[in-house]
């Protein structure tokens, strides 16, 4: 029961890895917010959880909208312990074809958003005496893959912006680390991924394990940064990537 008494907030929480993460850290004691643009999945889960467990429509790309669900959260459980900024979209788009909008709307949504994120919750993270800031960032922050011009960018700019937090929030007691997954079994790679025969073979293949990652696993990366198990790792950005960026 690593989260007895604590209470997380975890955006992109309706799907994939963020429902995931909120399973995992409910079923070890904690109270989860979740946070999503998909009300469906969102209520769905929140009531699938029960007790402890609440969901809130936003979407992270609005500033005022996480300052709402860091206020919310606050009410609802009595504090915020753990912020996992995990909300994120894909975009493929070499530089002349990507349209300017498109470009800003994934640095939005998957950069912009964990500092709005960060700005909001850090207050009630000190007022607890300290807690812990898990980012989603990828193994497309550490090295670039092909045509994913605007979503490399801003997930490397999430790792260093990640190390930033982390040297300037030690002394609040406050960590920071992010999970860099490679392939995952998630939606958003297997909308476009199994749109096309072959492909999930043969992104497979590129991959040293030789298989895509499940969401529980990134999960279960990203519930020990946010635990006192990882109580003297800040700063850390972990490929859970089955090997991908060790070549
Ligand atoms: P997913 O599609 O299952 O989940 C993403 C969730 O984010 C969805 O529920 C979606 O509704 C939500 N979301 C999207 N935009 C939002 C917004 N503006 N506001 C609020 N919620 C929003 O995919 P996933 O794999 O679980 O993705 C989680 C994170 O993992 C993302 O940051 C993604 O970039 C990252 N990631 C995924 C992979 C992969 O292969 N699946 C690889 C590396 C990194």
Redesign the pocket.
């Known amino acids: 029961m690593r989260f007895g008494g604590k209470v997380a907030i975890v955006?992109?929480?309706?799907?994939?890895?963020?429902?995931?993460f909120a399973r995992r850290v409910h079923a070890e004691g904690g109270a989860v917010m979740v946070?999503?643009?998909?009300v469906g999945?969102?209520q769905a889960l929140a009531a699938e959880l029960g007790e402890r467990a609440a969901f809130r429509p936003?979407?992270?790309?609005d500033p005022a909208a996480m300052e709402t669900l860091a206020a919310d959260t606050a009410a609802a459980f009595g504090g915020i312990d753990i912020l996992y900024n995990?909300?994120?979209?894909?975009c493929y788009g070499l530089t002349p074809d990507l349209a300017i909008e498109q470009w800003r709307r994934v640095v939005?949504?998957?950069l912009d958003?964990v500092f709005y994120g960060c700005r909001a919750v850090i207050p009630h993270l000190k007022a607890r005496g300290g807690g812990a800031i898990v980012n989603?960032?990828?193994?497309?922050g550490l090295h670039a893959d092909y045509g994913f011009t605007a979503?490399n960018a801003a997930?490397a700019g999430v790792i260093n912006y990640t190390r930033s937090l982390a040297i300037d929030h030690a002394r609040d007691n406050i960590r920071a680390n992010a999970v860099?997954?490679?392939?995952?079994?998630?939606?958003?790679?297997?909308?476009g991924v199994d749109a096309i025969p072959g492909l999930r073979a043969e992104w497979e293949q590129v991959v040293p394990a030789g298989r895509?990652?499940r969401?529980e696993e990134?999960a279960a990366v990203a519930a020990f940064l946010a635990s006192d198990d990882a109580s003297a790792v800040t700063g850390a950005a972990i490929p859970v990537d089955g090997g991908l960026t060790a070549h």
Do not use: H, M
Request: proline residues 8%; charged residues 10%; negative net charge.
């Open positions: 955006t992109g929480g309706a799907s994939g890895i963020g429902a995931a946070a999503d643009l998909d999945r969102g936003v979407d992270v790309a995990n909300a994120g979209i894909g939005a949504v998957n958003a989603t960032a990828s193994a497309s979503y997930k860099c997954p490679g392939p995952v079994d998630t939606p958003i790679l297997t909308s895509f990652a969401p990134i």
